[in-house]
């Protein structure tokens, strides 16, 4: 049985958005700042929260886009959705001239130079948790739709401390980790929906359902796998529960026959991890190598799990060199000593 620890954990920096995060966060401070000037949006009590991927630190290379929600803690019930969606826009597109775009439940701005955008989500409250605007699609009008997006923050610290990789040291968290390899797999073997979050729910329900216990970060990946290809059969007639919201369903722009095509996508990824994980390193290592895929580093592209330096792309181990009995040289040193 092959684990590579310290190979995975140079699969997960190398899918850590790296530059991305600093983007991000500076187009999060510049948008959070335009709508804190407003005299309007001040009155109605902002207060901007980073959510999203991004937000909840779960996000891979690329960041593409950064969700704020724009939390109303004064708005009333008399808030009407279309017209404060309408001030936002406004308030944007005096702050960030023509890169505004709106959108059926928020306002986008795009940041060119740092290949993002940012969307803006208004929300006024609803008991303990969020309403926010949505565009109905029959009649064009905005209507409030309940959401809890900072909930799936508080599950995804709280299930980080829950599972870790060593007991004795609460740093270990492998919640977080395992959620970027699934993001990292679905965009390697699913051709475009369900969608990155999607699979982060999923992901949550699999720890949620099988409690795991593992020791290495290849044990927690092929058992969480194989739970999510068996949740996506399931989930095809009723839909995945939301962990955020009582008797509420993800929603997702999913079709039935694309549901059909991730599960058995991820069925085969499950059943190639679980092969990579009986395997030795070096056969070990192209099949997880296989399973990440590539990721893009600025312009070019690179392997996310690296093969161990005595592996060769097939898997096969590199000959090792060997003194010959009368031999007037002798083979260079590896430069690692005991």
Known sequence: MATLATHFKTALSNIEPNEDAKNAQSAHAEVTAALEADDLLVKLGVDPLLIGSYGRHVSIRRVKDVDVFARLSKAGKDLRPGKILDHVQAVLEAAF????????????????????????VIARPCGDHWEIPEKIEKDGNARWVETNPTKMAELTTQANKDYLLYDDDPSSGVYVPMVKLVRQIRRVWVDDQPGGYFFEVLTYHAFSNLKPDETTYA???TVVLREIADLLLDIADEGLDDPTLDG?????????????????RIAEAATLAEDA???EDCPAAVKWRELLGTTKN???????FPLPEYCNADGTRKRTSAVTRGASTVPAGSGRYA
């Not at 993800?250 to 095509?261: D, R, V, W, Y």
């Open 277 to 279: 994980l009986d395997a």
């Open 298 to 304: 600025t312009t070019t592209e690179e392997y996310v």
């Open 219 to 221: 044990g927690y990946l």
């Open 248 to 264: 509420k369903k993800i929603k997702t722009k999913a079709t039935p026959e694309q549901l059909a095509a991730a599960a058995d």
């Open 97 to 120: 001239p023509g890169r505004v775009t709106r959108q059926h439940r928020s306002v986008m701005v795009d940041f060119p130079d740092y290949g993002l955008s940012v969307d803006v």
